[in-house]
């Protein structure tokens, strides 16, 4: 009996064990079989709203149109590419996972969410839009945003900047554009490089033409046919051209005057134009007058102010107006930089001091040459005076060898060593702070004033952060391609990513105006910004994701991030409803 009684406890608690077990697995099975897959979401939805308004995927499929052997249109794939390039550029092996992480409702091509995008996908479509025609595909695009968006192309800023290059590019591409050493933006002349033209429009800083050229090339070749091409977008040729000093050759400045055209730029110094003014600044004070207050630049309480000089100045040549005009930040830069050279100078001389009548420094010519190449370095050589003095030094040597003794016998040495001494030149530096803070702006066109000159230059910073978010939000630099075709295709990617961004930022803040706001919250711990970036405002919405709860290949449920206020703000002030903002097609 008892023997029984062990065997049904032992075999019910073996059963017990194998149930629990059992349910165990299928707990672990139905786990398995359930999963949660996150969908990016982000600022997708807002770049989708700008491009749609842009026309680009009609005009792309006007020049790259779909082939019957395709199984997903090339103009797809570049779709993909650009908005990756807007949020910041992945390399091509890395496009794929993204691809994969994105909800492809919010930017209306949920057709293609199972496809495979790998990096040879997209390395083939750029190599597509490499043989199309890049130049007339830039201008359809420009006219039909500049129409929808109605940008004013009265005035036009062009600048260039540099983009290195890790490893090597052989090749030259149809266009000319090879890689090359040149004078480097980015301070790497070790490294080949491109250079990237870019013009904006005033209007918001939209950017709207955009030329490559290899990398030995200098802007003094390139703005006839930067100018050209925008007369061409602008539909007339008197609107105001400004660029920088390179801008400032006979050749270019002709060219665009004999067409019809008006220029703003800065006079370089080697202009006689240019010694000749400051040579008279530095012997009389000339009457000037204020024409614009405004807040520094970085700063929230300080002021500068701008005076132009009174007078009528042109140039020898052409007789072009100069408007030369004071800074009084300029003049502060200019006083801190000519002190942070003569100190410099000071400390340069002095270490040099205590080398002379050594090595290579045993001769008057030897230590003055030392001396002199050190100033014009710095190009400080009218500011210092520099003079070699001699000393004797007598001394008696034993003749001949052993103990001195009373017969000894003695001859006199004489050596010579040289002094280094120098001085600065006040009053010629008290002359030359007479010009601190003054410049000349060039204009052809004789009815604008110096305060409408000056305003027009000032507006180069804009294109300059242009260039920054080029190469910080959208890394364009390095390149980092394997064939110069792809690269100079990448370039037209990079070039509506900028354009993209700069209409997200006009859009906002315009509308900011129009509506009366202030500012609206977009920097981290809920701060405040009064000039909103595109780059703040997509960060925003970074968070942002759709679900899906996936069991036996079947979604069973699917939910989504809430958008708090600000979010919903910022989709009002670009005119995308809530629900388009999760689907683009609804």
């Known amino acids: 009996c008892y023997e029984q009684n062990f065997m049904v406890f032992f075999l019910g608690k073996n059963f017990m064990q194998l149930r629990l077990n059992s349910m165990i697995m299928?707990?672990?099975?139905?786990?398995?079989?359930r999963t949660l897959k996150r969908l990016q979401v982000g600022g997708l939805p807002l770049i989708h709203a700008i491009i749609k308004r842009m026309r680009l995927k009609e005009i792309l499929y006007k020049y790259i149109p779909a082939h019957g052997n395709e199984d997903i249109p090339a103009v797809e794939t570049l779709m993909l590419l650009i908005y990756n390039l807007i949020l910041g550029k992945?390399?091509?092996?890395?496009?794929?996972?993204?691809?994969?992480?994105?909800d492809f409702r919010c930017i209306n091509n949920e057709s293609y969410e199972n496809v495979k995008f790998n990096d040879d996908r997209f390395g083939r479509v750029l190599e597509k839009l490499y043989l199309v025609d890049r130049a007339s595909l830039m201008t359809d695009l420009v006219v039909e945003f500049v129409k929808e968006f109605n940008i004013a192309l009265q005035r036009v800023s062009n600048d260039s900047t540099t983009i290195k290059a890790f490893g090597r590019y052989p090749g030259r591409t149809k266009t000319g554009l090879e890689l090359k050493k040149g004078n480097s933006k980015d301070h790497r002349p070790d490294l080949k490089q491109l250079v990237f033209s870019l013009s904006i429009a005033a209007d918001g800083a939209v950017p709207i033409h955009y030329k490559c050229y290899p990398g030995?090339?200098?802007?003094?070749?390139?703005?006839?046919?930067?100018?050209?091409?925008?007369?061409?977008?602008?539909?007339?040729?008197?609107?105001?051209?400004?660029?920088?000093?390179?801008?400032?050759?006979?050749?270019q400045l002709s060219y665009i005057v004999n067409q019809?055209?008006?220029?703003?730029?800065?006079?370089?110094?080697?202009?006689?134009?240019?010694?000749?003014?400051?040579?008279?600044?530095?012997?009389?004070?000339?009457?000037?007058?204020?024409?614009w207050r405004r807040r520094k630049p970085g700063s929230n309480d300080q002021k500068e102010y701008f005076s132009a000089f009174r007078g009528d100045y042109s140039t020898t040549k052409r007789g072009y107006r100069i408007h030369w005009i004071y800074s009084s930040e300029k003049r502060k830069r200019d006083r801190q930089s000519r002190e942070k050279h003569l100190k410099k100078v000071e400390q340069c001389l002095a270490v040099l001091n205590g080398k002379i009548n050594k090595r290579a420094l045993k001769t008057k010519k030897s230590i003055k040459q030392a001396a002199q190449?050190?100033?014009?370095?710095?190009?400080?050589?009218?500011?210092?005076?520099?003079?070699?003095?001699?000393?004797?030094?007598?001394?008696?040597?034993?003749?001949?060898?052993?103990?001195?003794?009373?017969?000894?016998?003695?001859?006199?040495?004489?050596?010579?060593?040289?002094?280094?001494?120098w001085t600065?030149?006040?009053?010629?530096?008290k002359q030359e702070a007479q010009t601190d803070g003054v410049f000349p702006l060039l204009c052809t066109d004789k009815d604008l004033s110096a305060k409408q000159v000056l305003k027009a230059y000032k507006y180069q910073p804009r294109l300059e952060k242009r260039f920054s978010q080029f190469k910080t939000v959208h890394n364009a630099a390095p390149l980092l391609f394997k064939k110069i075709e792809r690269i100079e295709a990448n370039m037209f990617g990079f070039f509506i990513a900028l354009v993209v961004q700069a209409l997200i930022e006009r859009e906002v803040r315009n509308k900011m105006k129009?509506?009366?706001?202030?500012?609206?919250?977009?920097?981290?711990?809920?701060?405040?910004?009064?000039?909103?970036?595109?780059?703040?405002?997509i960060d925003r919405f970074e968070s942002i994701s759709t679900y899906k709860i996936i069991e036996n290949s079947k979604i069973v449920e699917a939910f989504k991030d809430s958008l708090n206020d600000d979010q919903k703000l910022i989709l009002s002030l670009l005119n995308i409803e809530e629900n388009k903002y999760w689907n683009s097609a609804a």
């Open 216 to 251: 030995n090339v200098t802007d003094d070749k390139t703005h006839i046919e930067t100018w050209n091409t925008l007369r061409q977008i602008t539909g007339c040729p008197d609107f105001l051209y400004v660029a920088d000093s390179k801008l400032c050759t006979d050749e």
């Open 424 to 429: 600065q030149k006040k009053q010629l530096i």
């Open 514 to 537: 129009e509506n009366k706001i202030e500012t609206i919250r977009v920097y981290p711990e809920q701060r405040e910004a009064n000039h909103p970036t595109t780059s703040k405002i």
């Open 26 to 33: 299928d707990q672990n099975q139905s786990a398995k079989s």
């Open 90 to 102: 992945y390399p091509l092996y890395e496009l794929q996972e993204w691809v994969e992480s994105i």
């Open 260 to 291: 019809g055209g008006r220029v703003v730029t800065i006079i370089p110094e080697t202009w006689n134009e240019v010694e000749s003014f400051k040579e008279q600044l530095r012997k009389t004070k000339k009457a000037k007058d204020i024409i």
């Open 373 to 421: 190449q050190i100033i014009k370095e710095h190009k400080l050589e009218k500011f210092f005076h520099v003079s070699i003095g001699t000393i004797t030094e007598r001394c008696k040597v034993q003749i001949g060898p052993g103990r001195p003794g009373k017969n000894t016998q003695y001859k006199t040495c004489v050596n010579r060593l040289f002094t280094l001494s």
